[in-house]
Every structure is written in structure tokens, then in C-alpha cells.
């Protein structure tokens, strides 16, 4: 194993990568050149490659090597249902008066992706927040194409915040993150075709 300071830097920033689409989906990662890109050597890029294997953001197969993860429709679908029903719990277990703040100067699927990791935080339940921050990384390439393949998602993320923060009877967040969640469930055909056809350079 790499030691730690070589290690994290190195699979944060193949981590980073992925989950900016930087590659197309079952694209073959070459470790050596991506070692090469990133000034370490090949040890501490397979251990995060193996690392992230296991966290299904790439694929492993004896003989072929490591490939950027495709996410499938049916994938898709199962990552937000989980999602949901770690949010819902979260929600259920955080105490009354909390409120969630999320910066406004970030790209969209990063004040996505903080506002969901905010309300897991906020059960105190560090197994919920783990979950939810590993299942935001994995969705956090789709949420590139929200724009593209729904309407209104600004006012969509801004009625979530404001119901959050505002701390508004938990019935009517609840509907919020199932509208949120359902509506991407019903074009997960369409995500899995855009992350399909992302297009990403050779690593």
C-alpha cells in the first residue's frame, strides 16, 4: 500500500476526475499514464484505482484492466432510491430548529451535492452521512445533465434549501425530495443514454 500522503492526494484527484466526467464511461484508464499526468508513480494510482473499484466508480476485470464505471438505467434508478431513503431518515433523526446553509457561488451539482450532504449532517448519524456522501459522488456526474433533461432545477434546488432551512413541516420537505427523486427516476432512460454518450478524453 502507497503511504497516506501519497495515496489520498492521488485518489482524490482520479476521484475528482470521474466524477467531472473528465473520461467517457468504459473508457480503459491507463495507470501508467495517468501516473505520468499526475507526477507520482504507478503504485499509488492502482492502489486508488483498486480503492475505487470498490467504491464502483470503476471497473476491474483480470486481463483488461481498469475502465471508467457505466452507470445503467436500472443503477441509476436503485442510487436514488437508496438516496431518498437515506435522506428521509436523515430528515426523520435531525433535531427540530437545525438549518441548512449551502454557498451559492458553486456549479450546480456541487450546491447539490452540499445541500444533501448538509441535511445528512445534520442526524448526527455518521453511517447516513457516509452514504449519502457515497452515493453523491457516484450521482454526481448525472447531475451535469439535470439542466438538459428537466425544467426548473434551480427553482427545484431552491425550494429544497429554502424548505430545509426554514425548517418547514417535515411533510412538505418530504414531498419535496420525492418530487425531486421521482422526477429523475421516470428519465433515468435518458440519464443513462447521456452518460452513455459522454464524451471524455483518454486517461
Known amino acids: 500500500m502507497s503511504p497516506a500522503h501519497v495515496f489520498e492526494p492521488t485518489y482524490e484527484a482520479i476521484k475528482r476526475r470521474l466524477m467531472a466526467g473528465e473520461w467517457a464511461s468504459g473508457t480503459r484508464i491507463e495507470a501508467a499514464r495517468l501516473a505520468d499526468d499526475l507526477g ?13 473499484n470498490g467504491e464502483r ?5 483480470p486481463g483488461e484492466g481498469f475502465h ?16 431518498l431513503i437515506l435522506l428521509l431518515a436523515a ?6 430548529g437545525s438549518a441548512t446553509s449551502v454557498p451559492a457561488d458553486q456549479p450546480y451539482p456541487d450546491r447539490v451535492a452540499d445541500l444533501f450532504l448538509a441535511i445528512a449532517e445534520r442526524s448526527s448519524n ?29 427553482a427545484e434546488l431552491e425550494a429544497i434549501a429554502t424548505a430545509v432551512a426554514d425548517v418547514e413541516p ?7 425530495m420525492l418530487r425531486y427523486h421521482e422526477r429523475r427516476a421516470h428519465e433515468a432512460a435518458n440519464y443513462a443514454r447521456a452518460l452513455g454518450g459522454h464524451p471524455g478524453r483518454q486517461p
Open 40 to 52: 507520482v508513480s504507478v503504485t499509488p494510482v492502482r492502489d486508488s484505482l483498486y480503492r475505487l
Open 57 to 61: 466508480m470503476v471497473d476491474f476485470t
Open 68 to 83: 471508467v464505471h457505466r452507470l445503467t438505467e436500472t443503477e441509476f434508478r436503485d442510487l436514488l432510491e437508496l438516496h
Open 91 to 96: 430528515l426523520a433523526t435531525a433535531p427540530k
Open 126 to 154: 455518521s453511517e447516513i452521512v457516509a452514504g449519502i456522501a457515497a452515493i453523491g459522488d457516484r450521482l454526481q456526474l448525472s447531475r451535469q445533465f439535470d439542466a438538459t433533461i428537466l425544467a426548473d432545477v434551480e
Open 170 to 176: 417535515q411533510a412538505q420537505v418530504r414531498n419535496l
